[in-house]
């Protein structure tokens, strides 16, 4: 196979995954969310609503593609695209099993939060380029969010990799076999318990849900700094966040609950991929679960949050674990 | 710095004409201040379409940054004429354009009405036709009460809540689609009484409801009022000092939350309140948390007062008798029920015609929203839109 080749299969791996994914997320979502709210969610497109998200890729797709006249039309048609590239190039070392991996790359969680931590610059630019109040303080408050977060969510990871001691995520997982005392898996969820609270938070934070939705806000900001979008560059900024919920989901999988492992016994290969996107979508499933049952934290909270309490815990708990790590492999 | 309005259309106005400043009094495009760049204040149009108005709300909004430095609500959107539309309405058929006022508690506003023209025309109304007017105002303050509990938690960000407290309501609203006919525009408080009686086995789904009304409305307070992040969100925001509620005259639930201890139940007892036994409870610091506390132990009480109310249903006529046109004699009175909002009262000057001469409807959240200019400034534009749903506004009444 030629090299050519093996990069366009890769690529086009890559997009299936990620279309397949927005779409099944988005009908989760609102599945999820009407059981949430003793509604029944969409049930009228295809057996059981499934076509529905389908039909509304199709309806972005097919819509007029408006700007209107006072947006800046350089930054304007840029910016979802500098929000979704980033979406799309996080998927690159994510490994669904040893083998099934885009790129193996052996600095897998550190490149995903360095490409993921371009996102606030295109959502500053889309609430710029929108000329509306609205987008620009949604916009305003996406890149305080995002910057807030973005210190604890690496330094929440931090703990894992230390005791795997590596940053490959095949040498992650690896480290994550076998059990402790015979009966307990070894994931790094159990001696990394604050860092994984840590990183759940900042997480959600990361892919701005509730309580965490800043830059939205619908009850104060409308859309925030989608409100001037419109067919399928809305349909981008729409796809990248839920293209984050699985990129946070499958990150955290990695790093602490033993990536595409079975406890107890092993995994055959044909099985893995299989059971690390059960474990990626159980973990999209408690996103969902505090979106659907939280209120919003205020601006001024919610990065005091960050800065007075998120960020002291976790530089305490990395020295903490550190200490440990050291002392016990001695 | 200026004073000077914006003058964009100076140019295409006749000479010698000032044009109409574009931004109230009050609200500046001025230096922001913060530090030395060139930066000024943000003016922000809230509204009329905006999901958290409650309605057709306008608000012009001076920002700096996320502060509101001054806010102004702009009014008038939803205005019917309702005032001067009962001015050719028979006394008997004011309830249709009456229920439109206050749409989501329409019984008060009628009965307000009835009240008014009974005084006026001094007629008798039997007991059990006041015992059923209590009961269905009860009823509509707890719809009333949900459909602002509801969004007051999408106004924090929090969606189920809101989709919960629709389901009891739901239950409320069939009871009254049974009693009147209507699931809102009820038009079944007239003068002399109710147009019928209660309907055979209104009864079962009533107890349905007050069977599960308390166990339900505390999920949805462990669901709000138990979560930190809401706590946080209300606490110490839109504080409204007892002076000033006293000063821009407002009422219920709002005026109550300030710790003033006003309700017409209580002070001026109409219909079957006289005879039952309920709790009128009290904020002490009057901030957001307080209106939405003495909001849910109002819904608590009035499950109290159905329940009382429904057991001691007395027997009898359901009306006296009214002449269809009724002309009232020549006078001026004004009575008050209190709505979910505060003092709803009408004001009836009669001409002795069978239509009234003027109607004026006192609308309590025309008065709470008098705060809001107040209540708003200094806070983040988040405090502002939960502030301003803690007050309870229905446009509809506000505007008439």
Known sequence: MSLFLAILLRFVGLVALLLVNGVVLIYMLRKVLARLHLRIGPNRTGPWGLLQTTADVAKLLTKEDLRATPTDRLLFNTAPYLVFVPAFMAYIPIALSPVLVAAHLDTGPLFVFAVLSMVPLGVVMAGWASNSKWSLIGGMRAAGLQIAYEVPLLLSALGPVMIAGSLDPLRIVAAQSGTWLGFIPRWFVLPQIVAFFIYAIASQAETQQTPFDMSEAESELICGFSNEYGGMRFGFLYLAEFSNMFIASAVGTLLFFGGWQLPWVATPLWLAPIVFIVKVYIGIYFMMWARGSLPRFRMDQLLGFAWKVLIPVSLVWVVLSGVVIRLVSR | ?400
């Open chain 2, 1 to 400: 710095m200026s004073d000077e309005p914006v003058t964009g259309v100076q140019s295409i106005l006749p000479e010698g004409t000032q044009p109409t400043p574009m931004l109230p009094k009050g609200l500046k495009r001025v230096p922001s201040g913060v530090d030395q760049l060139a930066t000024e204040h943000l003016i922000l149009n809230v509204g009329p379409q905006h999901p958290s108005t409650h309605g057709v709300l306008h608000m012009l909004v001076e920002l700096d940054g996320e502060e509101v430095i001054a806010a102004e609500a702009d009014i008038g959107f939803l205005h019917r004429g309702i005032e001067k539309l009962a001015e050719s309405r028979r006394y008997h058929q004011m309830g249709t354009i009456l229920d439109r006022a206050d749409y989501v508690s329409g019984f008060h506003t009628e009965t307000a009405f009835a009240l008014a023209t009974e005084k006026l025309a001094e007629i008798e109304v039997p007991r059990k036709a006041s015992w059923i007017r209590s009961l269905v105002m009860e009823l509509n303050r707890c719809a009333s009460h949900y459909v602002w509990l509801g969004p007051v938690g999408m106004d924090a960000g929090a969606m189920a809540p809101f989709l919960y407290l629709m389901r009891e309501r739901e239950m409320i609203l069939d009871v009254l689609e049974a009693i009147s006919g209507s699931r809102m525009m009820f038009n079944y408080v007239r003068p002399g009484g109710v147009v019928r009686d209660l309907p055979a086995g209104i009864d079962a789904p009533l107890r349905a409801w007050l069977a599960i009304a308390d166990k339900y409305l505390g999920e949805t307070e462990d669901l709000l009022g138990g979560n930190e992040i809401f706590r946080a969100r209300m606490k110490g925001v839109g504080v409204i000092a007892p002076e000033t509620a006293l000063a821009f005259g407002m009422s219920g639930a709002c005026l109550r939350s300030s710790g003033i201890d006003f309700d017409l139940r209580k002070a001026r007892p109409y219909c079957a309140y006289g005879e039952i036994d309920f709790d009128v409870p009290l904020g002490t610091v009057g901030d957001a948390f307080d209106r939405y506390k003495v909001r849910v132990e109002e819904i608590h009480q009035s499950v109290r007062i159905v329940r009382q109310l429904l057991d001691g249903m007395p027997e009898g006529e359901h009306t006296s008798k009214v002449a269809k046109a009724l002309r009232p004699p020549a006078g001026e009175v004004y009575a008050a029920v209190e709505s979910p909002r505060g003092e709803l009262g009408i004001h009836l000057i009669s001409d002795g015609g069978p239509t009234p001469y003027r109607l004026r409807l006192r609308s309590p959240a025309y008065y709470n929203l008098g705060v809001a200019d107040e209540l708003l400034a200094g806070g983040l534009i988040a405090d502002m839109i939960v502030s301003l749903g803690s007050l309870d506004i229905v446009l509809g009444e506000i505007d008439r």
